[in-house]
């Protein structure tokens, strides 16, 4: 049977039965279950994605083994395989699936491979069923009941007009395999003291994807929106489309210091004489015409006089006394001119609302002399400390104490993040104490962010607490490190409670605190950055967890990246979070990487802010 570490499930039928559209109207109500998925369809053997002539299919036709098309939020591989002259099999399209983007992988087609799969059938259509002769059909999709042969095996039979139905039965059958698949999150699951955080393959534990995905789906961004000079706007989220109110250049310029001239007196043969009849530097205006064998000395940036259309480079020509230059043969009509708006057409829009302002947007908007712009308000995020024996630095570290490193990693990470930040401190392991801490703390802000007193055997005390005040699920997470995490509201604010460990407070703030932060900041593309690196460590794994490990990746001058293990990995040191300049991110289902195989890494790029 073709099988994958990633759960798949396949739709075979007669052609023109229906299985896209079926498929169409499932993929919307499995991903609203928090599955994230992938789709492999069979196509026709002659099927041609690519034109003939772009520029993709001459790469091709050059002889490329793969082209890859990357373009806004989309990038399509096309995988040349001109050493097999059949179709590509399952098992073959199966390796081009990232492991970390998919938690189900949809097929359609591959109907006479072995792999689970569910048989659509219209019985109206006068076909006979694929199933008795296919033992990996699991169940039937059907628009009205169907005739059995007799002696067939009995099967589930689905209606297919009811595509909920249809998802029920796959989602059984996926927790039916193991691992077991996510649940949808918010308000679910309860820690279990019993549990140890040791376990990998953990059946109550929620899969990463399923608890970012639950996490994100419960934010709507703030939306409040703000005005900001442009130098106070860096590293803010835009909140307005920008148009352009001019072209830019205003101007068609020249782009040389040279002569401006028509191109129609270009010399075609010999060496021709020009009279500059003016001087023009870049701010200046020439209300003149310009003429036939006459020029105009011009500077880089200064408008083309009327008439011309051509700027011939100072170094190209000669001069002969002070009023005429000679220009020779080898130029080209239209050569060295910046055309009126050739950067940025008058109306354009050139911003997008939801971006982070780079230095580069601050100079767009300038050149547009925009002086002032609508950014979102940031979220204002409080956060404190939990734990009797942290001290904070500057007081006297007593016996079994140790100083409160999490509230300096978290203020680091917020605020490169560019958020409105509130530090409330430590805070005793005291009910009366947390209970005024998490009730100041959520009046005063957006989110309100705690480490400590999560985990297993405290997770009771500040529970009870947390469930007086607020709507708060507490979850364990199938990740490494990390694992316990509070997460919901207190009234109207968002509220996370991290572990304690120092590096698991860094791991479930990047992996699961941010893109939500950066969501309800107002940001469009709050993804972390994900790239493949080969490994040069040899890195022990069970299936069960998505470990985030500490990496230091290296780059070689022909930009080939490689990753090594940073060292120590346990939750408290953080050492080699220190050393460390990314995360080896290992799939849940991922069992050991040996040396040389290809990783995923995230590089700690800054991710906005620039405070
Ligand atoms: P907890 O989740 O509260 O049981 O904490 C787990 C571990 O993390 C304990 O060893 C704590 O001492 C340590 N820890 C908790 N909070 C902090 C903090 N703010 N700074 C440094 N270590 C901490
Ligand atoms: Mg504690």
Known sequence: MTSSHIPMIGFCAYSGTG??????????????????????KHGHHSLELDKPGKDSFRFREAGADQVVLASLKRVALMHECPNINRDVSLAEALQFVQPDCADLILVEGFKHENYPKIEVHRPSLGRPLLYPQDASILALAVDQPPAFPTGARPLP???????????????????????????????????????????????????????LTGILETIQPLNTRI?????????????????????VPAHTNSAMDGYALRSSDLPQDAIREFKVVASLF????????CGENECVRIMTGAPMPEGTDTVVMQEQTEKCGTQHVRIGTGHRAGQNVRLAGEDIASGQTILQPGRRLTPADLGLMASLGLSE???????????????????????????GCVYDSNRYTLYGMLRQLGLDILDLGVVRDDPASLEAAFTEAAAQAD???????VSVGEADFTKAILERLGRISFWKIAIKPGRPLAFGHINDTLFFGLPGNPVAVMVTFQQLVQPALLKLAGEQDYQPLRVRATCQSHLRKKPGRTEFIRGISHSAPDGSLSVERAGHQGSGILTTMSRANCFIVLPADNAGVEVGATVIIQPFTRQGGYA
């Open 282 to 289: 870049a701010g200046q205006h020439w209300d003149g015409k």
């Open 227 to 247: 005005s900001r000079n442009l130098r106070e706007a860096l590293g803010m989220v835009l909140a307005q489309p920008i148009h352009s109110p001019h072209n």
């Open 157 to 211: 039979v689905l209606d297919m007009n009811t595509p909920e139905t249809i998802t029920d039965f796959i989602m059984q059958y996926l927790s039916d395999q193991q691992p077991a698949p996510a649940p949808r999150m918010p308000g679910s699951t309860e820690i279990r003291s019993a549990d140890s955080c040791m376990d990998d393959a953990d059946p109550y534990s929620h899969s990463y994807q399923a608890a």
């Open 447 to 453: 989110v309100v962010i705690t480490s400590g007193g």
């Open 19 to 40: 299985k896209t559209t079926l498929l169409t109207r499932l993929i919307p109500l499995l991903k609203a279950r928090g599955l994230r998925l992938t789709v492999i």
């Open 373 to 399: 712009v609508k950014v979102f308000r940031p979220p204002r995020v409080a956060f404190f400390s939990t734990g009797d024996e942290l001290r904070s630095v500057g007081e006297v570290l007593e016996p």
